[in-house]
């Protein structure tokens, strides 16, 4: 039976990359997005032409219980999850106080900070139980400093770092790896970015960064990071680590 | 008339000492705390008997539009609001992530994070029109680091701390000073810490750490500091700063 | 006999307001700079104007032994330094690497670091041995980002600002008050500013930002916060702080 | 010709089995260490057995141009240098200030941060030129937090993070990674750990956390990730990472 990686959030960016690499690797991947069942079909089906295993499910994260009964439908039927890579965002563009509704700043929890908290809570008894699992978070800059316009965001990628390091003070030495991962740039995904600048912003973008000259992230390459976390031996595990563009600034310097 | 200074979450401990220390400078404090109106009118007269002036409300800031509302009334009934201090605290102990509730976990975001943002969107359009206004919200060391069973609480704080960056960026430059204030120690006050421990391990607490060494923070000298941060003037405001007693160790060192 | 507030690095900025500020309070000022004996002595005289107490004193902090020399001095022919301000900077503005010379990468250590230790070395003891002491210490962004160019001076700063965390660390439960003061923006400072930007640049500077509309830090308000860290009380004292004008952003946000 | 990986400091631990991990992967180590002559020529012949290839120089880092010596003549003489690995320590134990001397403090800086400035002096023009390089730095949880008695190692590895900001604020986009690795725990290393424990103290810490439990650090599984960091995308770097054994502690949780 196949290891199994669990990845909420899998869009045409990083989350279908990771699950892709892990598919390629040998793992069966289990892909799970809100919408677009014609896009996750045809993931699948690209992981399959390659010889991988893979399954897709809508899943709206938000919903009570929708990650719960996920979880457990794919340890009872499917196999034990080895690996969840929680990758749902939560950036909605830059938006004044006066302009950040409170439905805004709580679907920012929800997705951003919540989620992640009923995630660990699904996966990590059976985790516990094998004394092995690995949890990788997708974080953003938000998690570390608070930019203009990103209330909802910010608090809600705050929350979310502070929550993986009390997962990990938890569960580290009972055999669960959680990584933070603070992508700290534009990444090269047309389900996400591509959606927030609508289709000429996002190919102008990619032409005088992407294409050519590296300076998006490209999710294949983050895939490749995330693989190799989930490979590191035990005895010298990273928790957080960020990633950005060679030729884009960390986010302390500008 | 009297500036206003708004103390949300006035128990016997910080937010009361707060409140009457701004109260012996000149400013109206109005105290508003969930419950023990008993100790609510105690606190008020205290503040009178020094020939200070204040009010006290009860408000249960998770209820909608409650915070929303006093801040109204406060603003049409009595005067401007000056200084705002969110003392509200989500402290609930450490537990594992098996004992903590989605419950747990979402009472800590209303308290530790989403009330804050409430607060904020109610006291900042009046602020930003007048040009000046002070927002100075107590914080916890689950801010800057998430221990072991503090799902919640980290999580709440981590989004606390970075919504109040979000808020200095949109509003630092319109005159409302917003501080963080790293509370990173035992308080000696009766209605958290008081409560948390029971009244006798308090009581041991206080004479091993606190009555004659001064090892626990006294929440009238924490007053000191945020009456000092109100008052430093707008070349030179301080955005973020960490208390604790002398004999303790910052949260880095252990 | 008063209590002696020493400052290393008492020029027309941060250092000389803050020995004015402590000297208004009943210190006595000692007062330290490299060069310009009649600068100095015109800080002493304008002290002494307010019926303030100030003695002035040439050192060149990078020779052996002369901060040395000088704490031992005023300890026997003064009286007990009951403040250090250090208040040395070591910024000589943005260069390459292959533009920073050995010779200034140590002497940003020199004055950045190492004086420091030597400033705590020679003051450390006789602190212990009362029981009490102050030691507050100017420093820069550059002590939590090291920006394009500031190879030396983000080298000395980072290291200085670890160096306080271990001070803090032996010495806090000792009585002795250490103090990490993030100045994170431009101020108005002749001395060290004004020398960097040349009078042209740094008269425009002022003119643009600082004179009418607060947009330099005011040393004399500096001087304020200095002089109110070096009176809180033991029971609630604060290690890290930082400061920059309203109309300024924090590091975080640029 | 083979790409060539310059390790200073390549004793047992993390040093020698970084240079063996890249002399696996088809690089030319080039192991520098400051003594123990046999011990170097067994490393390297062990690269050698394996079908690695691999030169040892005995260096001095204090010493005036040895750095800048040995590059040069590496260049010159061997080819260019793709991967640089700085890995020398300045951990001396905890000492109380009094115990630690102006010369221990000064040598902390000379290995810990200087050493690393004339490193990237002496490889930056030639990885320039080129347009690619890679910079690896070991660090220290002393980078991020001063404890009790790391007076001059806390200083020492402040200012090397900083450095290597710096560094990287002015290379990456000249396609220089720079990577600051925070070793957060204790190393199986006998040249290091070992020698400050002493033997037996040494041994009985491997039985009771090591050997069997995976709980220190073992070199070789931070060698696999030091190789996979010179191994990302230039479209995905990582410029900062922690890594400590699943059963340790974070430096925040402790």
């Not at 989350?15 to 892909?31: M, P, T």
């Not at 139980?129 to 997708?138: D, N, Q």
């Not at 965001?153 to 009972?174: I, P, Y």
Request: charged fraction near 20%; glycine fraction near 12%; include cysteine.
């Amino acid at each position: 039976m196949k290891p199994i990686c669990l990845v909420i959030g899998a869009g045409a960016g990083i989350g279908g990359n990771v699950a892709r690499r892990f598919a390629q690797e040998g793992y069966h991947a289990c892909l799970c997005r809100r919408s677009d069942e014609a896009g996750l079909t045809s993931m699948v089906e690209a992981i399959e032409k390659e010889n991988g295993s893979a399954s897709g499910f809508l899943l709206n994260a938000v919903e009570d219980g929708s990650i719960e009964e996920r979880v457990a439908a794919i340890e009872a039927d499917i196999g034990p999850i080895e690996v969840v890579v929680y990758n749902l965002g939560a950036q909605i563009g830059d938006r004044a106080l006066a302009d950040t509704s409170y439905k805004a700043f709580e679907m920012g929890w929800r997705l951003g900070t919540f989620g992640l908290f009923r995630t660990a809570s699904a996966v990590c008894p059976a985790m516990e139980a094998r004394g092995k699992g690995t949890i990788l978070v997708t974080s953003a800059t938000a998690a570390v400093r608070g930019n203009g316009g990103q209330h909802s965001h910010a608090a809600a990628m705050g929350g979310r770092r502070m929550l993986c390091q009390t997962l990990n003070a938890e569960f580290s030495s009972k055999g669960i790896h959680v990584a933070h991962i603070i992508i700290d740039g534009a990444v090269d995904a047309p389900d996400t970015l591509g959606k927030m600048l609508g289709p000429e912003r996002f190919q102008q973008l990619r032409e005088t960064r992407g294409l050519e000259h590296d300076g998006l992230l490209l999710p294949t390459e983050i895939a490749e990071t995330y693989f190799y976390l989930a490979q590191q031996h035990r005895s010298a595990w990273t928790f957080e680590m960020d990633m950005r563009a060679f030729s884009d600034k960390p986010w302390w310097n500008h």
